[in-house]
């Protein structure tokens, strides 16, 4: 079965799966989060584990055809990896200081790659029961809980003064100069990818990335702000990307709720 020829079943099954991936997080939340490091000396707790196992299993129950990469089982040899023409691109719990922190902001993230690109993601928000979802000529879509879902766009034009949208945990102090070259703005600092969906929902314009993640950090999130109407590129203009490379490392990036406003100048000196 191909995910992209019935998008909108696809997308209820995904965001059901994380869904269920959010309810075995917050198993955690409250107790003992069996906290370890992991080799590059990031966090590492039994949520992120919980998640990464019913995610897998899900994903590899419903399209066994399609390979999964995820955060927890990124070991697969890029000889391998390089071959995909499709495949899910999972981050179980993005946000793991937030978690750790428990101030509800932290997400699970499954996007579906294909060609190189995101072209549909699922962003859930364990806390709120919040998801927010789309495909590439579908949409984008918030929902929470059980409720009906809405649709969600980018702001078009963006606001004055723009709202921008910042890490929480990975505080670029470069940033400040180069963001009063846009003029007149407001600046809000938040985990996760929850400022991809700030920007998706028309609640943000712009969040500019000049610190590292990686692809499983973007890729769900990007799927929805682009069926959104957004866009996100890298400091040259062009979109960002995914499996083009043996390592995991994004290159700077750009989140944009209204692609004709020139937000990259201040950037590309």
């Given at each position: ?19 269920r ?48 990469l ?27 200081k ?44 918030r ?20 709202i ?8 670029n ?6 963001l ?8 809000i ?20 990335r ?15 702000v ?44």
């Amino acid at each position: 079965m191909n995910p992209e020829k019935n998008p909108l079943d696809v997308l209820e099954k995904l965001v059901d799966i994380s869904r269920r991936a959010g309810l075995a997080i917050m198993e955690w939340y409250e107790g003992d989060m069996g906290i370890t490091q992991k080799a590059d000396d990031s966090p590492l707790t039994r949520a992120d584990l919980a998640s990464h196992e019913l995610i897998n299993t899900e994903l590899t129950r419903l399209w066994p055809e399609i390979p999964v990469l995820s955060e927890e089982s990124a070991d697969i040899p890029w000889k391998t990896r390089q071959a995909w023409q499709q495949y899910w691109l999972v981050d179980p719990l993005d946000g793991t200081k937030e978690f750790i922190s428990r101030n509800g902001e932290f997400t699970v993230n499954i996007a579906l790659i294909r060609d190189h690109k995101p072209v549909m993601g699922v962003v859930h928000v364990p806390v709120t029961d919040t998801s927010f979802y789309g495909a590439c000529g579908t949409g984008a879509f918030r929902r929470a809980g059980n409720g009906e879902s809405s649709t969600i766009s980018t702001r078009q034009p963006a606001a004055k003064p723009a709202i921008i949208v910042g890490s929480r945990s990975h505080a670029n102090p470069e940033l400040a100069a180069q963001l009063e070259a846009l003029g007149s703005h407001e600046l809000i600092s938040m985990g996760s990818s929850l400022k991809f969906c700030r920007v998706a929902e028309g609640l943000a314009d712009f969040y500019p990335r000049l610190g590292p993640t990686c692809e499983w950090d973007t890729g769900a999130a990007q799927a929805v702000v682009e069926a959104a109407g957004g866009q996100v590129v890298k400091i040259d203009g062009s979109p960002l990307e995914y499996n083009r490379k043996e390592v995991f490392l994004n290159p700077y990036f750009f989140v944009l709720g209204d692609p004709k406003r020139d937000w990259l100048e201040p950037f590309q000196g």
